[in-house]
């Protein structure tokens, strides 16, 4: 172990609880590869997904709103840079691996689709006989066969740390072997950061109204608090100062909720800190699933989303087939894919990589008819 390695691992045994996972025990990479001069294993990974082309291309991908709307609201990638910034927060407190939790992080909606869960639901039909298609599952074809920013081998060779933690994110009703603990931190900050900012969004585009949400426990509790404090807020500064409130409550009572929940942990070792599974208080949890029943019938199925998911879905169905008909037109590389995996599993990576703006373009081009979105 070089110099600077022992510095890391000095300064993790100083800052970090038994039961995070350390640097030292990031198992392997695919390929193997020598350690860097100053630079953890975990710091290295957060930098390659940083550094991909499928992460820059968030930047084009909706998160629930599509540009037609506006562009105050959510990309795929401010949503993800929101959820690294909580997770962060999160894992600090519990004293776990802040890099590992970044890396995660960052790369937890990598495989996302165009036109977020819609897309993600047309390509699952359009691939029913090929296995369906899952954005976590995706992110790890990704990672591991598509980018290639190195000459030697496919893929960004991530550490095994962070394609088990990926993988696991593939079916979480399988709780049979839960993730490391900065994996479930990274879950936690996603549900909270999407809460919260599906809040927001969807009050700037008079979707839903700050009266109509204070029926719920979770928004009064946040309402109140914000309005005992600064009784004179009204318009953008009350909704913000909303939604400041909502992030701050969750990410208080989850932290103290896990730290409850880690106090009894006898381990040594992140693989035994695996038995514990951190979640927000039960109260929190009954209030947040109120919150989500509530943005599910009243935004996420607002009658201008459903038009918009239900045109996106219509036009990627048809690039599908049409690019399965004639492979042809894709790109060479995709081409030369589609020889090694299958056409249909072939262009389900070049559709899933593409982002709104190209899909649509993709779209006209194929069909000769203009987009209105």
Known sequence: MNQLACLIDERENALLAPYATFSRDSLDRQYPESTHPYRGPFQRDRDRVVHCSAFRRLS???????????????????????????????????????????????LHDIGHPPFGHAGEDALDECLHEHGGFSHNRFALTITTELERPYPDYPGLNLTNVILDAQTSRIDKSDRRQLPCLEAQVVDLADSITYDAH?????????????????????????????????????????????????LDHQVDDTLQNSTRQL?????????????????????????KSQLEAFLYDHVYRHPDLVAVRRRAQERLRSMFHHFVATPELMPLPFQTRARKVGVELAVRDYIAGMTDSFCHKQYECLFDEKSPA
């Open 60 to 106: 084009g991908k909706m998160q629930v709103f599509n540009g037609q709307m506006g562009d105050y609201h959510r990309t795929r990638l401010t949503h993800t840079m929101e959820v690294a910034s909580i997770a962060r927060t999160i894992g600090r407190a519990l004293r776990l691996n802040e890099d590992l939790v970044e890396a995660l992080a960052l």
């Open 263 to 287: 106090e009894h942990l006898k381990s040594h070792n992140a693989t035994e800190g695996r038995g514990i599974e951190l979640s927000a208080s039960l109260q929190l949890q009954e209030e």
């Open 198 to 246: 599906d809040v927001d969004d969807a009050v700037k585009l008079d979707l839903i109204s700050i009266d109509e949400l204070l029926e719920l426990p979770l928004i009064r509790t946040c309402y109140d608090r914000v309005i005992d404090a600064s009784p004179e807020l009204s318009g953008q500064q009350l909704r913000q100062t909303l939604v400041h409130e909502l």
